[in-house]
C-alpha cells in the first residue's frame, strides 16, 4: 500500500536533492489540483536547472528504420507487416547507404536504426551477420558517425534465433560499430501490462537483464517509457523506479557505461490495431498528462538521469518545447524520416530542420546547444555555454 504525504513536504524532499519513495512519485502523479500542478512543475524545473542548467541540446540525426516486416503483433503497433503484405519493405545496401549520405549532407552525427524482427534476416544462416551487415554498410564508409542501433527486443531476437547469449550479440554488435543501444521496447516494465500490450515482446527481467549487460560492456544506452494507455500511475512510477535501480547499479559497480537520457512517449492509436485503441478510448496524448508524468519523471530521476527528453513527434513540436518547462533539458533530434509512431497516425511530422529545433528553443528564451548522441557538446552551433552532464553521473 502506498503511503500518502502531502504534496510540499515531496516537493521539500525533492527540493534537497533526496530521492523520493516510489509511493510519493505515486502521490505526485494523482494530484488533480492547478496549483499543486503548477508546485510540481516548478519544482521540476527547478531541479532541471540546478542539475543541468538552462541549455536546451539537440542532436542532428537519422531515423532508419531498415524493415517493418515482424514477426511480433505488439497491440500499439501500427508500422509492422506480414511479409508480402501491402506495405512491407525491407531496405537494401544501396538504400541505406543513400539515406545515410544523405544524412551525413546534412551535418548528421548520428543515425539511429531499428527494425522489425523480421525472421528472413539471416546471412550464411545467422541472424547476427545480418545485423553485422547492417553497420558496416554504414561504418564501412562513414567511421565518424556514431550508430545508435538495435533495441533490447532486438538483442534477444538475434540471440534467440542464432542460439547465443546476449553477451555475445552485444559484444559482436559493438565490435562491428555499435556506439549505443536504444532502451527502446522497455514499454512498460510490468509484464501484466505487457502480455496486453506486447505479449510476444521480451519480459521486464530480460529487458533489465539486457540493459544492465550492455551497461557493463561498455555500451551506453537510452531509456524510454511508453505511456498513456492501460498502465496505473503505480505502474509507472515502478517502470521508473526500475530504470533508477539500473543506473544506480551501473554506478555502484563502476560500469563503464549508462543510462544516458529518458524519454517518455505517449501511446498514439489513432491507427494502432483496434483492439488496444478501443480500450485507451482516444487517438492522440493528452498533453496535460504527459507534462504532469514529465516533471515527476524529473523529480524522480533527476539525480541519477540527468538528460530528459520529450518526443517531438508524438507531442507535436509545440507540446515537446512545452515539456522543457516541465523538467526537459532536451528536444532530441532531427530524425530526418519516422515511420513507426507516423504510421500509428502520430501529427508531428516526420522531421525537423535545425533551424526548427533551436527556434522552438529560443521561443522559450533558452540557450540552445548541438551535442552528440553521448550528451557531449558539439563545438558549433552554440548560443552559450553549458553544464554538460554527459553520461557521467554525479554520484550521490
Ligand atoms: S513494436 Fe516492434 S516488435 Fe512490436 S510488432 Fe511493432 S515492429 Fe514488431
Not at 25 to 43: R, S
Not at 268 to 297: F, I, S, Y
Request: charged share 20%; hydrophobic share 35%.
Amino acid at each position: 500500500m502506498y503511503d500518502v504525504k502531502p504534496v510540499d513536504f515531496i516537493l521539500e524532499k525533492a527540493n534537497q536533492e533526496q530521492d523520493i519513495s516510489e509511493a510519493e512519485g505515486v502521490t505526485l502523479l494523482q494530484q488533480t489540483n492547478p496549483d499543486l500542478i503548477t508546485a510540481i512543475q516548478e519544482t521540476a524545473d527547478h531541479l532541471r536547472k540546478k542539475q543541468v542548467g538552462d541549455t536546451v541540446t539537440y542532436v542532428i540525426n537519422r531515423n532508419i528504420n531498415f524493415t517493418n516486416i515482424c514477426e511480433q503483433h505488439c497491440s500499439f503497433c501500427a508500422f509492422r507487416r506480414d511479409a508480402g503484405e501491402t506495405g512491407a519493405f525491407w531496405l537494401n545496401t544501396d538504400e541505406i547507404l543513400a539515406k545515410t549520405k544523405d544524412a551525413v549532407a546534412q551535418g548528421a552525427t548520428e543515425i539511429c536504426m531499428q527494425g522489425g524482427l523480421n525472421p528472413e534476416a539471416k546471412l550464411q544462416g545467422k541472424s547476427l551477420n545480418y545485423y553485422q551487415q547492417l553497420v558496416r554498410t554504414i561504418k564501412n564508409q562513414f567511421p565518424q558517425l556514431h550508430l545508435h542501433a538495435f533495441s533490447p527486443q532486438e538483442i534477444e531476437f538475434i540471440a534467440r534465433e542464432d542460439d547465443i547469449s546476449y553477451e555475445e550479440v552485444i559484444l559482436t554488435l559493438q565490435e562491428t560499430g555499435v556506439g549505443s543501444m536504444p532502451g527502446t521496447a522497455a514499454e512498460i516494465l510490468d509484464d501484466s501490462v505487457r502480455k496486453i500490450i506486447c505479449p510476444e515482446k521480451l519480459n521486464t527481467a530480460t529487458w533489465l537483464e539486457i540493459v544492465g549487460m550492455a551497461h557493463r560492456l561498455g555500451m551506453n544506452t537510452t531509456s524510454t517509457m511508453l505511456s498513456g494507455h492501460i498502465e496505473t500511475p503505480q505502474q509507472q512510477i515502478q517502470h521508473l523506479g526500475k530504470l533508477r535501480s539500473l543506473q544506480q547499479q551501473a554506478i555502484a559497480n563502476n560500469y563503464p557505461a549508462r543510462i544516458s537520457e529518458f524519454i517518455i512517449l505517449p501511446f498514439v492509436g489513432e491507427e494502432a490495431p483496434k483492439p488496444l485503441r478501443n480500450r485507451v478510448g482516444r487517438d492522440q496524448p493528452v498533453l496535460a498528462d504527459t507534462l504532469l508524468l514529465t516533471a515527476v519523471a524529473r523529480i524522480f530521476l533527476g539525480n541519477w538521469i540527468p538528460n530528459h527528453q520529450p518526443s517531438w513527434v508524438k507531442l507535436g513540436l509545440a507540446g515537446a518545447t512545452e515539456a522543457l518547462n516541465w523538467g526537459c533539458n532536451d528536444i532530441g533530434g532531427t530524425l530526418m524520416e519516422e515511420h513507426i509512431t507516423t504510421m500509428a497516425g502520430a501529427k508531428g511530422g516526420t522531421c525537423m530542420s535545425v533551424a526548427d529545433l533551436q527556434n522552438a528553443i529560443a521561443s522559450i528564451q533558452r540557450p540552445y546547444q548541438q551535442r552528440n548522441t553521448l550528451y557531449q557538446k558539439i563545438s558549433d552551433h552554440s548560443s552559450s555555454q553549458m553544464k554538460f552532464p554527459g553520461v557521467s553521473v554525479r554520484l550521490p
